[in-house]
């Protein structure tokens, strides 16, 4: 009895730390602003999303309805040349990092935008352009507040903000996993091999989720907007989110492994301990 309960425990200890883990990278790394801003800020360098929010910006401007009737076919070529370029101007990474963080805001803000699903406001970029269009005409064009680009359902956003309040919870799970683990070492026969084998179950896992990690950005790319700027943005950022998490599972592995060690070597340096009592 003593045995099973040792290994259900180890078990246990094992997948909620497992649990603990996914839960605190999506809570610092997605749901949180700053670590989302972080992590799609090198969206930035990656030539296709440039090429399909340049287009975007350029379709945005090109037929908006702000520009004095006037001008707009006089300009036109100026604000299509400006809009295409738009991703080389120097204040692009500053106007891509408030992009992002409104964009995180508009989803997570339970408002009356996040009801209309998982957006991207590139007003901040489109603003970018605009300026610069205005300086080059000498006059005042007015600046949007808001171009919301559709990323994904209402539906998927209320998954979204189910996770996150899950998400949120890591510490319970992370608590839950050393008590396990304090149960198993209470209950097993010899502790020290017990641990030993809880971490190698730890470091099997963090593997096991570093492949399965590969599976998120079909799974993202399936529930993205048609539009071309929708699915290369999910689709890059989920890649940019897989290269992230694995960072996560590989730390995870190796203190698996190194609390693996420990217990061979503690079950080594203890039963050595006692083969010395044992002839003495």
């Known amino acids: ?26 809570n610092q790394r997605v749901f949180d602003r700053d670590g989302f801003v972080s992590l799609a800020a090198p969206l930035g360098s990656d030539a296709d999303f440039r090429a399909a929010l340049a287009s ?6 090109a037929g908006s309805a702000d520009l004095p009737a006037g001008l707009r076919e006089l300009v036109r070529p100026i604000v299509e040349r400006t809009a295409g370029a738009v991703t080389e101007l120097d204040g692009f990474p500053q106007a891509l990092n408030e992009t992002l963080a409104n964009s995180h805001t508009l989803t997570f803000s339970g408002g009356a935008e996040s009801e209309a699903g998982i957006t991207l406001d590139i007003a901040p ?3 970018l352009a605009v300026t610069r269009v205005a300086d080059a005409l000498g006059a005042d064009l007015p600046v949007p507040e808001r171009v919301l680009v ?31 683990l304090v149960l198993m070492l209470l209950a097993a026969r010899r502790s020290t091999t017990a641990l030993a ?8 896992l963090g593997g096991i989720l570093w492949l ?55 079950r080594a340096l203890l039963g050595g301990d006692r083969r010395k009592k044992a002839t003495g």
């Open 1 to 26: 009895m003593r045995a099973l309960l040792a290994v259900l425990s180890g078990l246990l200890a094992v997948l909620l730390a497992g649990a603990a883990l996914c839960g605190a990278w999506a």
């Open 56 to 61: 975007a910006v350029t379709e945005e401007m």
């Open 125 to 127: 970029i489109v603003g």
């Open 150 to 180: 559709p990323l994904g359902s209402a539906q998927t956003a209320d998954q979204l903000t189910f996770w996150q309040d899950l998400a949120a919870q890591w510490w319970v799970a992370a608590l839950a996993a050393a008590a396990a």
């Open 197 to 204: 084998w809880a971490g190698i179950g730890a470091a099997l």
């Open 212 to 266: 399965a990690a590969v599976q998120a950005p079909p799974l993202a790319e399936g529930a993205a907007a048609s539009s071309e700027l929708a699915a290369t943005f999910v689709g890059r950022l989920a890649g940019l989110a897989v290269a992230d998490f694995r960072s996560w599972a590989i730390v995870f592995a190796g203190a698996g492994l190194v609390v693996a060690v420990a217990g061979f070597t503690l």
